[in-house]
């Protein structure tokens, strides 16, 4: 995978940085108002695992841009492509699909 430059590689890993930290902090915010709104304090320990995945990808996006080396570039470029993966595939479907859409379907379906 070629890093230097403008490459479509580097634009698909800054991408999927930017991504992962726009998708964590809105989803951290979500979290931390409902614990206070609903005075339910487990969702903050989600909404502090959501941000732990959003500091490890912004360190791997930096050790990305800061270091010559390529087998720390080549590390760092799979940790933040394999961490977005993990959070926006896993994390974000589960909330939205089962927490919030499914819930609501079998709520007003009579399943609850």
């Known amino acids: 995978m070629s890093l230097s ?6 634009r698909a890993i800054v991408n999927a940085a930017t991504s992962v930290t ?3 902090v809105i989803s951290s915010g979500h979290h931390v108002y409902g614990a206070l709104l609903y005075e339910t304090p487990w969702r ?3 909404s502090l695992w ?3 995945f959003v500091v490890l990808v912004l360190c791997s996006l930096f050790l990305l841009w800061k ?3 390529p087998a720390i570039a080549d590390f760092s470029a799979w940790v933040v492509l394999l961490l ?3 959070f926006q595939a896993g994390f974000t479907m589960f909330e939205c699909v089962y927490s919030h859409i499914l819930k ?7 399943a609850s």
Not at 5 to 10: E, I, K, L, M, Y
Not at 104 to 110: A, E, R, S, W
């Open 5 to 10: 430059g403008d490459t479509p590689a580097r």
């Open 22 to 24: 726009v998708a964590g």
């Open 44 to 46: 903050l320990v989600v």
């Open 50 to 52: 959501i941000l732990a």
């Open 67 to 69: 270091h010559a080396n």
């Open 84 to 86: 977005g993966a993990i």
């Open 104 to 110: 609501i379907v079998l709520f007003f379906g009579g």
